[in-house]
T-cell receptor, first 112, second 114 residues
Framework: RKEVEQDPGPFNVPEGATVAFNCTYS??????FFWYRQDCRKEPKLLMS???SGNEDGRFTAQLNRASQYISLLIRDSKLSDSATYLC?????????????FGKGTKLSVIP | DAGVIQSPRHEVTEMGQEVTLRCKPI?????LFWYRQTMMRGLELLIY????????DSGMPEDRFSAKMPNASFSTLKIQPSEPRDSAVYFC????????????FGQGTRLTVV
């Protein structure tokens, strides 16, 4: 079983739609969680961190469910510019180490 | 801040040749990661260093791959001998290595082995 799993998509949604991505992780001792965005032929860049209480940044909302070991990303009022691949990332840190593991990513295409 | 710097950006080499990828992390970051990305496997963690020490290399596919971090500002990933199935984008990322701190990626090296 992979440590971090995502639905690869693609998700094809019309402009203005709301879309949600989920990501599950296997290590219950994971401590930090992130969503990254990767544009075609570019490097991944941080979209937002995911906090235990949930957090919002404009049209984006991230949530964490530790009991079920998943994180989610909700995009409201989607724009053409939101088309990209979204990767979740999970950090396990302990005993002098810091391990950052990514899911394979979910591809989103926002259609006019 | 120059960010994470990788070189070369593109590399085309013949099967059997040695390939060396280079990475300069962000100054002050003490965790460094090497990832490989392909369509089939996504972003795979190959190896990561903490304070220049390799912590986990279980993601390195086989003995043909090796990585070093001789100092806090430089790391290399070497493939010897290279094979066509090594063709991928190789990313280096660095982080402060503390809880809730993000990792910053370099622009990647696109490797093609023919």
């Amino acid at each position: 079983r992979k440590e971090v799993e995502q639905d690869p998509g693609p998700f094809n949604v019309p402009e203005g739609a709301t879309v949600a991505f989920n990501c599950t992780y296997s290590n219950s001792a994971s401590q930090s969680f992130f969503w990254y965005r990767q544009d075609c032929r570019k490097e991944p860049k941080l979209l937002m961190s995911v906090y235990s209480s949930g957090n919002e940044d404009g049209r984006f909302t991230a949530q964490l469910n530790r009991a079920s070991q998943y994180i989610s990303l909700l995009i409201r009022d989607s724009k053409l510019s939101d088309s990209a691949t979204y990767l979740c990332a999970v950090v396990y840190s302990g005993a002098g180490s810091y391990q950052l593991t990514f899911g394979k990513g979910t591809k989103l295409s926002v259609i006019p | 801040d120059a960010g994470v710097i990788q070189s070369p950006r593109h590399e085309v080499t013949e099967m059997g040749q040695e390939v060396t990828l280079r990475c300069k992390p962000i100054s002050g970051h003490n965790s460094l990661f090497w990832y490989r990305q392909t369509m089939m496997r996504g972003l795979e963690l190959l190896i990561y260093f903490n304070n220049n020490v390799p912590i986990d290399d279980s993601g390195m596919p086989e003995d043909r791959f090796s990585a070093k971090m001789p100092n806090a500002s430089f790391s290399t990933l070497k493939i010897q001998p290279s094979e066509p199935r090594d063709s991928a984008v190789y990313f280096c990322a660095s982080s402060l290595g503390t809880i809730n701190t993000e990792a910053f990626f370099g622009q990647g090296t696109r490797l093609t082995v023919v």
